[in-house]
């Protein structure tokens, strides 16, 4: 059974530029979830994705988005980058309980 | 005070040792414990899963959950060089994977 799945694997833009960052979750799990983990910052919750509604959101600005598409794919979307977003973006899918399987990430780069 | 509290380490322990690893935190409302391993630039992978209080044995691996001391551990029996990575204690009050918290990671290195 495939894993999540995470492109691109690792993205360098320039401050003030916008991301794209796409996740396929575990077949079977409608569940999306993202998270970005900094450097000494650990593990830091962004968006939850349910069968293509948001139902939650982390304590980040407005300008981190993203949707859940019908095949429950997801995309998450940073404008306006700024040198403090540099992090491992990290997408997990969850069978509606609390287990998250998480995928390989996308290491962002602002420069 | 963080709701979740990790020892950072870095811990070094001899091939074949017992490893400990543990977390405690502040918020009684955890039910739902969890333990992560992840690899240098790799995502987080799901060791363990604990609801509510008790052991719980997987292989070379037991997680412990004392929710009258607020306090979890990790051990690795027989440790081998391929477990030296970063162990994260996470735990949640909801069943949704939205509400987990995170400790800071355990690096641990295990010396052939």
């Known amino acids: 059974e495939a894993g999540v799945t995470q492109s691109p694997t690792h993205l360098i833009k320039t401050r003030g530029q916008q991301a794209t960052l796409r996740c396929s979750p575990i077949s079977g799990h409608t569940s999306v979830y993202w998270y970005q983990q900094a450097l000494g910052l650990g593990l830091q919750f962004l968006l939850w994705y349910d069968e293509g509604e948001e139902r939650n959101r982390g304590n980040f600005p407005p300008r981190f988005s993203g949707r859940q598409f019908p095949n429950y794919s997801s995309e998450l979307n940073v404008n306006a980058l700024e040198l403090e977003d540099s992090a491992l973006y990290l997408c997990?899918?969850?069978?509606?309980?609390?287990?998250?399987?998480f995928g390989q990430g996308t290491r962002l780069t602002v420069v | 005070q963080k709701e979740v509290e990790q020892d950072p380490g870095p811990l070094s322990v001899p091939e074949g040792a017992i490893v400990s690893l543990n977390c405690t935190y502040s918020n009684s409302a955890f039910q739902y414990f969890m333990w992560y391993r992840q690899y240098s630039r790799k995502g987080p992978e799901l060791l363990m899963y604990?609801?509510?209080?008790g052991n719980k044995e997987d292989g070379r691996f037991t997680a412990q959950v004392d929710k009258s001391s607020k306090y979890i551990s990790l051990f690795i029996r027989d440790s081998q060089p391929s477990d030296s990575a970063t162990y994260l204690c996470a735990m949640s009050d909801d069943s949704s994977a939205s509400k987990i918290i995170f400790g800071s990671g355990t690096r641990l290195s295990i010396r052939p």
């Open positions: 604990t609801y509510s209080s």
């Open positions: 997990a899918s969850s069978p509606r309980r609390v287990k998250a399987f």
